[in-house]
């Protein structure tokens, strides 16, 4: 006996996730016949937006949003969305954001955020004075280079939850690093700092100098397009001396990593 058969409609009012590729028609029609998404990954572009005019809508259950913006213009509307439960937001750009649009993007969505993600590899974005009051419950962010620097960006206020900072940079692209020590000693509150290189592509370079006992130096980087093992040695051992996580893109700490595969710490005989 045949199954009866069921509207595609119906289908996709019980979608959770949804994921739409770069240079498709965004129907205007997504909280009508998904009303119950919890994750909601697009790309936006030029052509979306020309074919399909989306309007303010409202997102009740949406927790999770992925998004790729190609303008400024573009990110202003998805700002208008209503997603009263929305908490991990991950946006990536096609260029750079102006201080006055971003500021208003995270003023609208802000408030209830626990992690942001932001930016892409080697865009320098800005951000503003009033971040952490637009962002008050947020405890994981991740970022890519920023335009003025972390010395710019004031520190979170002392009750306020942020803990950890992600590197949003490719393992060669040395800046961001560089800038790092800085954070860790002026932002007190902060228990980890995750990075995106691994351990395995330099735990001899890195042993090396760990046992000439080399100290947090004043260096120059000779390029951006290869990985500085002093950068992330000196990154480390501040985060040390500071008893802050300092970690790889696989969530380890050079400690935790030595110990799971028997390597000699400091001054021990190979």
């Not at 947090?216 to 990154?235: P, R």
Request: a negative charge; hydrophobic letters at 35%.
């Amino acid at each position: 006996m045949a199954k009866p058969a069921v509207a595609v409609t119906e289908l996709l009012g019980e979608v959770r996730s949804l994921v739409i590729e770069s240079f498709v028609s965004i129907p205007k029609e997504i909280p009508i016949i998904c009303p119950n998404l919890t994750l909601l990954a697009l790309h936006v572009t030029n052509f979306s937006w020309e074919k399909s005019a989306i309007e303010p809508v409202t997102l009740p259950d949406l927790s999770t949003l992925q998004i790729v913006v190609d303008r400024e213009e573009d990110l202003q509307k998805i700002g208008r969305w209503k997603m009263p439960s929305l908490k991990y937001l991950e946006l990536r750009m096609s260029s750079g954001f102006g201080e006055i649009s971003f500021a208003d993007f995270l003023q609208e969505v802000g408030k209830g955020l626990i992690s942001l993600q932001i930016g892409d590899t080697g865009k320098s974005i800005t951000l503003f004075d009033g971040i952490w009051s637009a962002l008050p419950k947020v405890r994981y962010f991740g970022v890519s280079t920023l335009s003025d620097g972390f010395d710019m960006l004031p520190s979170p206020p002392q009750d306020h939850p942020l803990r950890t900072i992600s590197n949003r940079e490719p393992p060669d692209y040395n800046f961001w690093r560089r800038e790092i020590i800085d954070v860790v000693d002026k932002w007190t509150r902060i228990e980890c700092i995750s990075d995106t290189h691994s351990w395995e592509d330099m735990d001899q370079e890195i042993l090396k100098l760990e046992r000439s006992e080399n100290q947090v130096s004043e260096h120059y980087c000779k390029s951006d397009n290869s990985v500085c093992h002093q950068c992330i040695y000196d990154g480390n051992t501040r985060c040390e001396e500071r008893n802050v996580r300092y970690e790889d893109a696989f969530g380890r700490t050079w400690a935790e990593y030595k110990q799971a595969y028997m390597i000699p710490s400091r001054n021990e005989e190979v």
